[in-house]
């Protein structure tokens, strides 16, 4: 019997999320509008900074201090961290990444190296 050629149809859902006030440069509190479990594949940015998403509020204000150079230690909570530059605001992840938080919306930090809007879109699959 032949080896079926057909694929299985995979739509990833876009969500967008644009933060309603202007970032102030710094470290700035952001709750990402996602299923709290999902595989992100792509996430982009409007503008160059850190990107940290948190498995809790309590994890996000714990590792609040660590700086972008430096690696969390211990029980962090940190599921994801993603550095933008002028030159990159894109970025396809491989492998995927499982994201998995304790609440919807997910709590995250974001560093800005200006003050300006920060638009983020990520593309994901729900998993449920």
């Known amino acids: 019997m032949p080896l079926s050629k057909a694929r299985p ?16 440069i710094g470290k700035n509190e952001i709750y990402l ?3 709290n479990s999902f595989l992100l594949t792509k996430v982009s940015s409007n503008t ?21 150079n430096s690696d969390p230690t211990g029980n962090h909570g940190l599921v ?15 492998p995927i990444v499982i994201v998995s938080s304790d609440i919807t919306p997910i709590p ?18 729900p998993l449920k």
């Open 9 to 24: 149809n995979i739509n990833f859902n876009l969500s967008n999320l644009e933060t309603e006030h202007l970032i102030n």
């Open 33 to 35: 509008p996602l299923e």
């Open 48 to 68: 160059s900074g850190n990107l940290r998403i948190y498995k809790s509020v309590t994890k996000r204000d714990a590792d609040r201090n660590r700086s972008e």
């Open 80 to 94: 994801l961290e993603l550095g933008f530059t002028n030159l990159v605001l894109n970025v396809d992840l491989c």
């Open 108 to 125: 995250a930090l974001f560093t800005a190296s200006e003050s300006k809007y920060l638009l983020l879109n990520f593309a994901f699959l």
